[in-house]
């Protein structure tokens, strides 16, 4: 089913990349954004893995630099029964964690340095087994795709914009058209990254539930995670993040952005109080139960 939802986007960012495309202040832009969105497909689906650890400027560790976090993610890989992934350690000194990978036989799990300073290792393991829930429910690969194809459409979004600004936008005849092809235009530049970022939204909100469920179910101890969510709530706020870019922002545990971009405004993840209340029910059910 995952595999449908992915090609279903790769799909739709591509239409959108080729929209975009029709405004390019060159010729032929709508020829060099199918070729974009023919390259990036490729990227996101081969390599999404190391541009979004590219991005966040991490280094794989071994069990000797990491011993805990090795402890920790070869326990869950036999609880979830799935391959130890790759792990890697961000300099970001705001708390944060991410999963990525196309599958779970090649997989990576990040972790920020803040994190690390601010949670007990129930807490850690409680994050750990929520990334290892995106692996397991393999949301990494749908995740890591709109994360490359969002970034494309900016970047495109971003060269259309500067073409407008200098008069070049679509073809001969659509020059002639004069203020009316202009405004399409710049009604599908500012619209194509507000398409992208809903898609995020779709993709990354569900998605975080279940993992918070699925990683609390398999460690066995909800409020562990509902614990560290509190801390990385507080703690984000107060340091933002140094490396977490926009188009990657729905791959972490909690929002990286904050409030500190537009982007922020349109959060890739559900209300932490609704994530922690559910959590929390959760752990009352297992009370009951046992």
């Known amino acids: 089913m995952n595999q449908l939802k992915t090609a279903f986007l790769m799909v739709a960012m591509t239409v959108l990349l080729v929209l975009l495309g029709h405004f390019l202040p060159i010729p032929g832009g709508i020829y060099w954004a199918l070729g974009l969105a023919v390259v990036m497909n490729g990227?996101?689906?081969?390599?999404?893995?190391?541009?979004?650890?590219?991005?966040?400027?991490?280094?794989?560790?071994?069990?000797?630099?990491?011993?805990?976090?090795?402890?920790?993610?070869?326990?869950?890989?036999?609880?979830?029964?799935?391959?130890t992934p790759r792990v890697y350690v961000s300099p970001d000194p705001s708390p944060n964690a991410f999963a990525t990978g196309r599958n779970p036989s090649h997989a990576a799990i990040c972790v920020n340095e803040g994190l690390l300073r601010i949670l007990d290792e129930e807490e850690l393991y409680g994050v750990l087994a929520h990334e290892f829930g995106h692996v397991k429910n393999r949301d990494i690969l749908i995740s890591s795709v709109v994360a490359v194809l969002a970034g494309a459409i900016t970047l495109l979004a971003n060269i259309a914009q500067w073409g407008l600004m200098f008069g070049g936008y679509g073809s001969r005849d659509e020059r002639d058209q004069g203020a009316g092809g202009a405004i399409v235009g710049l009604l599908m530049i500012f619209l194509a990254p507000i398409a992208a970022l809903l898609i995020q939204l779709a993709v990354s909100r569900s998605r975080e539930y279940e993992a918070d469920h699925t990683g609390a179910e398999v460690s066995g101890d909800p409020l562990a995670l509902a614990s560290a969510l509190r801390k990385l709530e507080r703690a984000t706020q107060v340091i933002p993040s140094q490396t977490a870019q926009p188009a990657f922002a729905h791959l972490y545990i909690v929002n990286p952005l904050g409030g500190q971009s537009l982007a922020g405004l349109f959060s890739t993840h559900p209300p932490l109080e609704e994530r922690i209340r559910r959590l929390e029910a959760m752990a009352g059910g297992m009370r009951r139960a046992s």
């Open 43 to 83: 990227a996101a689906y081969w390599f999404s893995d190391r541009i979004a650890l590219a991005s966040a400027q991490a280094q794989e560790v071994t069990p000797a630099q990491a011993p805990m976090l090795y402890r920790l993610a070869n326990r869950l890989a036999a609880q979830y029964r799935v391959p």
